[in-house]
């Protein structure tokens, strides 16, 4: 019987990632129409986040080897490495994110291509410590096993590298409907949960602190973004979208309020959808905290971006 349950949620999370890979391959072929199109297909991508942070990390990215592990099609690395002339890696499993990526380079004529590869991030085609920088946004989530991506992304980064790395943050109004809301309201209604099932896990603070730890990376900073998903819920209100949302004199002591909290608190992070880790390996860790006046400039910067991203989200 043991043997048989195993065996049926095995079959059952592959299914489910089988699930939320063709979610991501029509996500990207829906971008790429709207591309096409001439449409904006960032006007509301989280991605403008990533920009900041990498910036207040690495002043100076030249000659620098990066990679983006499950880069998708690569838009904030372009803007974060590419543009500042690092010798930029993207790789994704989706071909389709990698065409688009293609696509976003001819646009902004960069001609060079041959760093744009269709591959597993758990078994990344690269000679160990090999990269200056690895950055991965909202990936390891989407594994069971966090750990195969982790391992792969220590061993190709060199010794005193820096890795980027983002995940769900348990505290959050996304990670709360996703994992809570949205799967019980499927159950009810019958319908499949498409929204949620591609998403394996969230994170405290501590937790994911913990897994890094476990792979020879130690954080040296915990950057918190993406506050205003916990706002976006509210817009169906009708007295508050009215009333609260068409003033950002309303809005912005809200932010300000969470922000304060999450520094109080930096355990928690609540209502923030985001964890943003800067981490390096164990022998060079610690030397590259921001600290003080810097690390405030930094989240009054993510706090206008959050602002401004809840109005975006309102046109």
Same mark, same amino acid.
């Given at each position: 019987m043991?043997?048989?349950n195993k065996q049926d949620n095995s079959k059952g999370t592959a299914e489910k990632r089988d699930n939320g890979y063709k979610q991501f391959v029509k996500q990207y072929k829906d971008l790429k129409q709207t591309f096409l199109r001439g449409g904006d297909i960032f006007k509301t991508s989280t991605s403008n986040f990533n920009i900041p942070i990498v910036k207040a990390y690495l002043s100076n990215v030249e000659s620098l080897r990066v990679l983006d592990a499950g880069s998708g099609c690569g838009r904030p690395s372009l803007e974060s490495y590419g543009k500042r002339k690092a010798?930029? !890696?993207l790789i994704d499993i989706i071909p389709e994110a990698i065409e688009l990526a293609r696509m976003l380079y001819t646009k902004n004529n960069c001609d060079d291509t041959t760093g744009l590869i269709v591959g597993d991030?758990?078994?990344?085609?690269?000679n160990d410590e090999s990269f200056d920088v690895v950055h991965s946004a909202g990936v390891i989530e989407h594994?069971?096993?966090t750990s195969s991506p982790l391992k792969e992304y220590a061993r190709v980064l060199r010794s005193n590298g820096l890795a980027i !790395?983002?995940?769900p943050n348990v505290f959050s109004w996304f990670a709360f409907y996703s994992r809570v809301l949205f799967p019980a309201y499927c159950f009810i209604r019958g319908k499949r949960q498409e929204?949620?099932?591609h998403v394996e896990k969230s994170f405290t603070a501590s937790s994911f602190r913990s897994i890094l730890n476990q792979h020879h990376f130690e954080i040296v900073d915990l950057i918190p973004i993406m506050l205003f998903t916990t706002l976006l819920p509210l817009r169906r209100l009708p007295l508050i979208r009215y009333h609260v949302f068409r003033r950002k004199r309303l809005i912005r002591p809200f932010f300000n309020l969470f922000y304060w909290l999450a520094k109080l608190t930096p355990a928690i992070n609540l209502g923030f959808s985001f964890l943003y880790a800067i981490a390096k390996k164990d022998e060079s860790a610690g030397s590259m905290r921001l600290v003080?006046?810097?690390r405030n400039q930094l989240l009054k910067e993510l706090k206008e971006i959050d602002i401004a991203y809840l109005y975006?989200?309102?046109t």
């Open positions: 043991s043997g048989n010798n930029l !890696v991030i758990t078994k990344l085609p690269f594994f069971g096993d !790395v983002s995940v929204l949620a099932e003080g006046k810097t975006s989200f309102q």
